[in-house]
């Protein structure tokens, strides 16, 4: 697919800064249990909705599962990443391994600077959609989660990944 867009409103990955906060759209881990990939509504006035008001510091769809399309932000950013794990939206049945690593959620996966973060939050916009903050970006070049006990994961850089044949 090709396209078209105005460099006022171009998001990259590249853009994450310590300190920036994590967001994403949707329920994730809902790949492998509703067959995502075969119908799901792009998160088109999301994305419009964040370019618009707020402005991401980065940006990606979660289609290879939430570890690896992190990893393709903070990689591009060279940074690491602390997922909360309390504040992951998952899906009805799914698991954390579903969320990381299986994909085809099609949801967006974004970052914005702490002080626009905070007004995000706390606007009408946040609360009409589905948005969650799960996480913060951080110096490093890991992601880690903290469990609701308190200890540190590393998750790693794992997911679909495309091949030619």
Do not use: C
Request: proline share 4%; aromatic share 14%; glycine share 8%.
């Amino acid at each position: 697919m090709v396209g078209k867009v105005d460099k006022k409103s171009l998001v990259l990955r590249n853009g994450a800064q310590k300190g920036d906060y994590i967001f994403v759209t949707g329920k994730i881990g809902k790949g492998k249990y509703n067959k995502n990939h075969l119908y799901f509504t792009p998160r088109v006035k999301e994305a419009e909705v964040l370019v618009k008001f707020f402005k991401p510091s980065s940006m990606i769809d979660v289609s290879d599962g939430l570890a690896l399309d992190l990893y393709r932000i903070l990689k591009e950013s060279r940074k690491g990443a602390i997922l909360y794990e309390e504040k992951l939206p998952l899906y009805h049945n799914s698991v954390m391994e579903d969320a990381f690593f299986w994909g085809e959620d099609y949801e967006l996966l974004f970052t914005l600077p702490e002080l626009v973060a905070k007004k995000f939050m706390s606007s009408p916009r946040y609360k009409k959609y589905e948005f969650s903050y799960i996480g913060n970006i951080v110096e490093g070049e890991k992601i880690y989660l903290r469990k609701r006990d308190g200890r540190m994961q590393i998750i790693p850089f794992k997911g679909f990944v495309h091949s030619l044949f």
